[in-house]
Each structure stands twice: as C-alpha cells, then as structure tokens.
C-alpha cells in the first residue's frame, strides 16, 4: 500500500503542470451577523460580478488561466465550498462558475466570525494549486474575529509564504461603531505585497465592490513587454 501510495505521488510530481498566472481563493461570510436576504445580494453580487464585461476582460488580458476557488465561512468548523478549483480560461468557465454561486444554498446561519480559521482553511487550499505563478486568498466580511484565533495567529500556524491576502469589508449601520472593523482588516487581516481593503458600501453594493476589486487582483500588469500579475498598491 505505501510502495503504490508513493509510485502514484511520484507520477502526479512528474505531470507536467498546466500554466497557472494567479491561484485566487475568495471566502464569503455567512456568519450570523449575515441575515438571509444579504447573503442573497453577496451570492447574486459575487455572480455577476464575475460576468461583467471588465472583469472579463481582466481575467482574459493574459493567456495563462486563472485558478479560481470559493468557499463560505462563519464559525470555526464551518467552511463550505461553493466552487472547487476551476480553472478560468474563457468566457464559459466564468459563466458555469457564476451559475453554480447562484445555486448555492447558505449551510449555516448561526455561527459566530471565525476568521482565523477562515483563513487556515484557504491557506491549505492554495497548497493544492502550486504551479500557479502568484496566491492569492480574497476575505469578505462585515465585522471583526470573534470566535478563536485571530487572523495574525492563523498566519503563524499555516502556510502563507507568498500569499496576499486582501479584503472586502461590508461597511453598514450595524457594525459601525468600536472595535472598528476598517481598523481590523488593515491591522489584521491584509498582508502581502501590494495587499488592499476593498469597501461595499453595505450589502446592496457588494456587487460593485466585487468588481472592483477581483478587476485589481487578476488584471495582469505589461513588464518589459511581457505579461505579469502583480497587484496594484492600495
């Protein structure tokens, strides 16, 4: 069993792996303070979001694929995936990847913001797509941790060599006040070369702020007349 185990993981080390520019991993918060009509606008935000027309545009500027991964979270033990790696090299991909966010159903509702464990989650995720050029975990979210480990101890435990994190932060009435969660993600939870916050301006501008932001993370930059990504400084 161990001989086979190790001639099949040999066999895979030696598969020529597919040209990858960006492995991105978005993470959606479903915690409770996310009641059931807005986790509705962040599923139909995030979906259109990734068919507009300048976000396809930028997910097509390089001929190299992005690797696309999505998953929700909320408590500690609870991270769902809503799409499995999918690599994104043409319009249909984008389209079947949109179609399947818009079928998602919501798994918990009733769990507190484990971020941290949020984060450790996509982290070992990335480890499944190591031949892409550049990592990157996108985590969106309406408030602070507050269930376990923070974000700084989740990137001390788990593996974030080379990852940029950025964040979408959902500002609204109910989660105006201190701890502040804008102060929270730029003290916290960013990190990385050329790392940013993104804001939505409460849940009915998830979709905009979606498209900004996923325009900034897989657009490719030209570098001595070559394609290369490199996020944009925030």
């Excluded at 300048?54 to 999505?70: M, Y």
């Excluded at 900004?212 to 570098?223: A, C, G, N, Y």
Aim: hydrophobic share 45%.
């Amino acid at each position: 069993m161990v001989k086979n185990a190790l001639i099949a993981g040999l066999c895979l080390l030696a598969a020529p792996a597919e040209a990858c520019r960006l492995a991105l991993v978005l993470a959606i918060d479903v915690s409770s303070s996310v009641d059931a009509s807005e986790d509705q606008l962040q599923r139909a935000g995030l979906a259109a979001a990734l068919v507009a027309p300048d976000v396809q545009a930028a997910f097509f500027a390089s001929p190299d694929p992005v690797a696309l991964f999505i998953f929700e979270w909320s408590g500690r033990y609870n991270q769902n995936e809503i799409l499995p790696w999918t690599m994104i090299k043409g319009r249909e991909d984008l389209l079947i990847a949109a179609e399947t966010i818009l079928d998602s159903k919501r798994n918990h509702d009733d769990f507190p913001t484990a971020m941290g464990y949020a984060l450790g989650h996509a982290a070992i995720q990335l480890q499944q797509m190591p031949h892409c050029l550049f990592h990157t975990i996108d985590v969106a979210g309406d408030g602070i941790n507050n269930e376990g480990f923070g974000p700084k101890a989740a990137y001390r435990a788990f593996p974030f060599d080379d990852v940029t994190v950025n964040g979408l932060l959902i500002q609204s009435n109910g989660n105006i006040g201190t701890p502040d969660p804008l102060m929270f993600y730029r003290n916290q939870v960013i990190r990385g070369p050329g790392a940013f916050i993104e804001i939505a301006n409460d849940f009915d501008d998830y979709e905009n702020a979606m498209r900004r932001k996923l325009i900034r993370e897989v657009t490719p930059q030209v570098i001595g007349g070559t394609f290369q990504y490199m996020d944009q400084p925030g």
